[in-house]
């Protein structure tokens, strides 16, 4: 109680400060407030479970302050604070105070850009991008309220920045003749502290420089490294993990027809200076993309190939954002031998601490039910093979069809000569009954999607075959009764069945030995809710879910929950 006293105080003077401040200069207040409820009811048909809690309730309100100090058009500082209180606290014992936010930015000269503390970068997809996984790839009406948040919550965003501290700088040079501009940006942030003893102070930094002849022809170079900055600690090792790339993009328009050639190609180097027994990985890769767009059709296609060696390590685009080796919070342990429950499609969409923050070294590991073809987006190491996306849109908006599909291989076998192929297609349909019905005041959208992966390897020996399959389908309906309220309702399924071998890994990234997985098991979420807009930032929903988990092989116990949700959100 003491310290809620005492950090409610501090806010209070610091609200009065900025109030003194902002009388003679320009001050805003911005910000985000929440409030989520959570009821699980747990059932199971298995007769050895008598010791799980049957229901749960959780939840939090949350008030995101931000105040935006702005002393000349030259600086714009920003603190933000986030006041969280979670349910079942007493008397404010369950009030949190956190700086959620902190930066400075600004211009010198009217030429360079800076900003210091927290900063939203990415350079390319194979150097440092945060690519979003294949299970939260497909949104819902249902299952992106609560994703949406735990996007907020990790500072995730539609432009797949890494959210990092430190400092960046950017500037460009214009020219008369030959070159229109050439944009340069610089970054360096610390990811990992020193302990003082046995791991030095451990920093991301990089760049790229864009040059752009013209609206035809852009040239490009990235570079991003994660090394350990020697002296900082004891430590007499080193991390050293520089990836950098040279790009291409040719655009060509002719009437309604958009042409967009594009490559990249690049190398990347692994290794642990003063350690004699570290290997030094190195590797390249190769992408390339054509691109067509008619828009008098509303035809989009893509075509792509790439090679990713596979020793190639890039930690700022292989760092998945899902950590596969925690637990759900929600029922973590479950059963009467309390087993740790598996992470599940429900966990993923509403639990931030699955999340992972910081940029990490050598290959995080991954859920081959989840996506075993390329885990770690398309720097994806040890793939080679095409890509095809087609897309088509009524020219009236009425509805969306488009359908993707990667056709990989492995560059080198793994345990063996022999290779495996990953075959990954998905096609969305959307929809707009609306539009059809001619409802312009009204929402009336119906929405499909269907995935299927399949990983396959034959050999020899009964030991290298290799067949795993995963299926993923989802129906979405979104229909507005009257004003401002929407019934949404949906559907999702994902189901694997079949078996793989597991690379095992060490310390430093390299494969030791093979795990045999099996598996068959589904999941499924079955919903739905009403939504009532207040405006385009104010939301009030209730959703009600059910997920099923079975599991064919018995190897996991059978469950439901049956979830409902109040859902309040509000940005100012």
């Known amino acids: 109680m003491k310290n809620i006293i005492q950090n409610s105080l501090i806010i209070l003077a610091f609200i009065s400060a900025v109030h003194t401040f902002g009388q003679d200069k320009k001050v805003w207040v911005s910000g985000a407030a929440r409030g989520v409820l959570y ?13 799980t809690a049957r229901k749960l309730q959780s939840g939090s309100t949350l008030v995101d302050l931000g105040v935006n100090i702005q002393p000349n058009d030259k600086i714009l500082i920003q603190g933000m604070v986030r006041i969280r209180n979670d349910y079942g606290g007493f008397w404010g014992s369950g009030v949190t105070f956190d700086v959620r936010q902190l930066y400075i930015k600004g211009i010198i000269g009217g030429i360079v850009k800076y900003q210091l503390g927290d900063i939203n970068y990415k ?11 294949l299970v939260s790839k497909f949104g819902g009406v249902m299952i992106d309220i609560p994703l949406n948040q735990v996007d907020y919550d990790l500072f995730y965003t539609k432009d797949d920045t890494w959210r990092q501290q430190g400092a960046a700088v ?13 944009d340069f940006n610089l970054f360096t942030t610390r990811v990992q502290a020193t302990n003082f003893d046995t791991q030095d102070d451990r920093l991301y930094s990089g760049g790229s420089v864009v040059l752009t002849q013209s609206k035809y022809l852009k040239l490009g170079g990235q570079y991003a ?10 430590s007499t090792v080193a991390l050293r993990n520089p990836s950098y790339s040279g790009s291409a993009e040719a655009n060509y328009q002719l009437e309604s027809t958009k042409l967009n050639a594009a490559l990249e190609t690049g190398r990347s180097t692994l290794e642990w200076q003063g350690d004699e027994e570290a290997p ?8 390339v993309k054509l691109k067509a767009a008619w828009s008098k059709l509303g035809l989009k296609a893509q075509v792509g190939y790439r090679n990713v060696g596979p ?10 954002q899902i950590n596969y080796t925690r637990a759900p919070r929600a029922y973590q342990r479950y059963g009467n031998d309390q087993t740790l429950r598996h992470i599940t499609m429900l966990d993923i969409y509403r639990d931030a601490s699955l999340y992972q923050t910081q940029i990490q070294a050598g290959l995080m590991e991954y859920d081959p039910r989840y996506n075993n073809a390329t885990p770690y987006g398309v720097a994806t190491p040890n793939r080679k093979g095409f890509l095809i996306e087609l ?18 291989s492995d560059i080198l076998g793994q345990g063996t000569s022999a290779l495996k192929k990953y075959n990954t297609n998905s096609i969305t349909a959307e929809l707009r009954l ?35 399959s995963t299926q993923f389908y989802d129906l979405n309906l979104t229909a507005t009764l009257f004003s401002e309220l929407d019934l949404i309702a949906e559907y999702r399924v994902w189901k694997s069945n079949g078996n793989d071998l597991y690379a095992e890994r060490n310390e430093y990234s390299e494969i030791v030995d093979f795990n045999e997985y099996s598996i068959n098991y589904e999941e499924s979420i079955l919903g739905a809710g009403l939504q009532y807009r207040f405006s385009e930032k104010i939301n009030l929903s209730f959703m009600w879910q059910t997920f099923n988990w079975k599991d064919y092989n018995d190897i996991t116990l059978p469950y439901k929950l049956d979830t409902w949700t109040v859902f309040f959100t509000m940005n100012f």
Request: hydrophobic content about 30%; charged content about 30%.
């Open 280 to 287: 030094i990985l190195e590797d390249y890769f190769y992408d």
């Open 311 to 320: 020793d190639y390590r890039s930690a700022g685009a292989q760092t998945m």
């Open 391 to 408: 897309e088509y849109e009524d020219l009236k908006e009425r509805w969306l069809i488009k359908g993707n599909s990667e056709l990989l």
């Open 434 to 468: 609306n539009k059809i019905l001619d409802l312009q005041k009204r929402r009336l959208w119906l929405s499909a999607t269907y995935l299927m992966q399949n990983t396959n390897r034959n050999g020899e020996q009964s030991y290298e075959d290799v067949d795993l």
């Open 225 to 234: 490294n994660l090394y350990d900055l020697k002296g900082t600690s004891n």
């Open 170 to 182: 950017d500037f460009g040079l214009e020219f008369s003749k030959a070159i229109e501009v050439i």
């Open 39 to 51: 009821g699980d009811e747990y059932a199971t048909s298995a007769e050895d479970d008598t010791t």
């Open 123 to 133: 350079l390319s997809p194979y150097t440092l991008n945060n690519q979003v996984g």
